[in-house]
């Protein structure tokens, strides 16, 4: 199997964007991909509910914006006028066997593929280790980029139990490579994976760490602050970040969570600021969520106001002329 092999289908394209499953034809100023794996624990379950969410998000296009002449209140323009010329969906690229490793270096290697045409990519996961063979492919834009993260939990473990890959891992990940300049984590509450080694090691890495209660009380100026102006950024936003009484479709539910309002805002700010050359929204469990699907909706607004922001008139990419 190639790594360019075609993807899979989607049960239906993200708000109806036209699906382009050969990556050889990908050529696109923003684009979403599905990537359901992970390297998965001993003892979870296998395929997890995660693995459903590039598929459940897509379903809910209509919620997000049934006509592209609709008026975005979020973003202040007719939401088809704050997307780029050429948007795709790219479809899924699930592990349907064989070595992980193999799996991982496949998603790099499509990953590249976009970042090397100067695609702007949204990812949604599966579960927090898909981030990593993501993060892989940064070097393709051949400049530094800035880590955003927004998570209950600080994602720096090693390993867990031996697995290096897992959705414990990312931002230790995202440490090593020489390519990223630094990252702020937001929205840290209760406990999760890191122990005090973990937090003393993304302390010494001189990762920005602000908790829930600090932005509850302080705002975001601090975390704007805390992001060199006009750098490339990568946002990689775990569902549980968000408050679960507006994201319960998670498996790690955890009580102060940011808000839709803030988060959202938020992406709007950076988008403006700086270059969001990829988003990646994960751990999203569609069996979890309420009868009116507010989680996936809730995925397709922060990807809306993300994309919408950066590609608005003023915005900080360039609009090409619709051919
Ligand atoms: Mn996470």
Redesign the pocket.
Known sequence: MSDLDPTHAPVRPFLNWPVVTDPRAWKADAALIGLPNSEPYSGDPWPNDQTRAPDAVRQQSLQVTDDIDRWDFDLGHVIGSTWPSRCVDCGNVPWTGGPFQSHMSRVTALMRQLWRSGTQVFVVGGD?GVTIPVLDALDALGSSVYVLHV?A?L?WRENVGGVRHG??S?LYWASQKSFVSGMTQIGLRGTGSARREEYQAAQRYGSRIFTAAQIHEHGTAAVMASIPKDSAVYVTI?A?GLDPTEMPAVMAPVPGGLLFRQVAALLRDVARANRIVGMDI??VAPGRDSPNRISCITVGRLIANALGASWCPGGVFERPAAS
């Open positions: 927090h998570d939990h994602d959705y414990s990312p775990d549980d994960v751990e």
